[in-house]
């Protein structure tokens, strides 16, 4: 059942999900904004894919050894779940709403001045974002995260961990300004951005981080002053890629400067601190 929502707003959005019976939709925690009265809120630890914790087999007895085992295995996934997202930065707890007796209407916003997107998943291809830009999905979207390993981790910072989202239905993300939507096939096949301005992307992208020039004297000029740090995410492959304008970090650093404190200093890029 495709989940009806509409977009509203300009500098901060937000959508407006209507429900028919039955229907449920989830959000991260933090991320609610109104309900009509007849839509019931849950929060979980778990994600849709463990049925919010709850087990799949009857409630009667008989369920022997195999019932307590299958109680222990959902323990156990919940406990992964909560603790691969404690490691992201994420909440713990994800809160669930569900029309009854009738349809019903729920409003969910993000975090930042920006912009929202609802991406439609058909099962083939999984979606990554960013850390904080999931806002809302239906319960037929799996939420997990995938974690950039080796040397792309620990050079790319922000792409370090990502959000992935699978199976069927509609997932809602937001983030920060504006959005434009890229396919680097259409740019030769490679782009190359401010690890901060990568919202979302398709599987089959390729993500990588690279080093802003090599250790000379032009490269220590952009590390030093061009305000991007040593390194740059590249995206790889044919599929579709959503930037945004806005970076928290830059975002964080404006706040600062107005308040009479500039993190970001008189170089910036490398010598640049993070607010807070």
């Known amino acids: 059942m495709t989940l009806q929502q509409e977009i509203v707003g300009n500098a901060m959005q937000m959508a407006v999900v209507n429900l028919s019976p039955g229907q449920t939709v989830y959000c991260e925690a933090g991320k609610f904004l109104f309900k009509t009265t007849n839509v019931t809120m849950e929060t979980r630890l778990s994600g849709p894919s463990n049925n919010g914790g709850r087990s799949q087999n009857g409630g009667g007895g008989g369920g022997g050894n195999g019932g307590m085992g299958g109680m222990l295995r959902q323990a156990m996934g919940t406990a992964m779940q909560v603790g691969q997202r404690m490691m992201a930065g994420e909440s713990l707890a994800f809160q669930y709403f569900t029309a009854q007796g009738g349809e019903g209407t729920v ?36 939420f997990g995260i995938a ?112 308040q009479g404190g500039d993190k970001q200093g008189p170089t910036g890029g490398l010598f640049s601190t993070h607010a807070g």
């Open 107 to 142: 409003g969910f916003a993000g975090v930042l001045p920006g912009e929202m997107r609802a991406l439609e998943l058909d099962g083939t291809r999984a979606w990554f974002a960013e850390k904080d830009a999931f806002v809302a999905a239906e319960s037929t979207v799996d």
């Open 147 to 258: 974690f950039q390993g080796g040397r792309t981790g620990m050079s790319g910072g922000e792409g370090f961990v990502l959000e992935k989202f699978t199976g069927y239905g509609t997932v809602i993300i937001a983030g920060a300004g504006n959005f434009i939507d890229l396919n680097p096939a259409d740019f030769g096949g490679r782009i190359e951005v401010d690890t901060g301005c990568v919202v979302a992307f398709e599987e089959g992208i390729q993500y990588g981080v690279q080093r802003v020039g090599g250790l000379n004297r032009q490269g220590i000029m952009n590390a030093v002053f061009g305000g991007e740090g040593l390194s740059l995410a590249t995206l790889e492959g044919n599929g579709r890629v959503i930037l945004q304008s806005l970076t928290i970090e830059s975002l964080a650093n404006a706040l600062k400067k107005a």
